[in-house]
């Protein structure tokens, strides 16, 4: 099982930015495909971002034009640019990955995301 690791996250202003990482614990991997997933108290997770290999990606409308997925080159590391953030964005964010054709159901612990108005 990939034990993976986001950090990044903190209290921004609305307006601000903030920049998410993802990565395995213990050892590298080259992954099909990343993505990052958000869940609010109270809300059901949320599909944010994903990123496969060709640079493929695809945002959830919320964030279309705010955010933005990359990679490093062996698809080990996922990152997430948040910009102009607003309160609604205030949640854990996930990160969760492809090996093959199967996304892996191991989630991390998250990172805490919270925008104040």
């Known amino acids: 099982q990939v034990q993976l690791v986001e950090s990044g996250g903190g209290l921004v202003q609305a307006g601000g930015s903030l920049r998410l990482s993802c990565a395995p614990a213990g050892r590298k991997f080259s992954f099909s495909a990343m993505a990052w997933y958000r869940q609010a108290l109270g809300k059901e997770r949320e599909l944010v971002a994903s990123?496969?290999?060709?640079?493929?990606?695809n945002y959830a409308d919320f964030v279309k034009g705010r955010f933005r997925i990359s990679r490093d080159k062996s698809m080990n590391t996922a990152y997430l640019q948040m910009d102009s953030l607003q309160p609604e964005d205030t949640a854990v964010y996930y990160c969760?990955?492809?090996?093959?054709?199967?996304?892996?159901?191991?989630w991390g612990q998250g990172t805490q995301v919270t925008v104040s108005s």
């Open positions: 969760r990955v492809r090996v093959g054709s199967v996304w892996s159901e191991n």
């Open positions: 990123i496969a290999g060709g640079g493929i990606v």
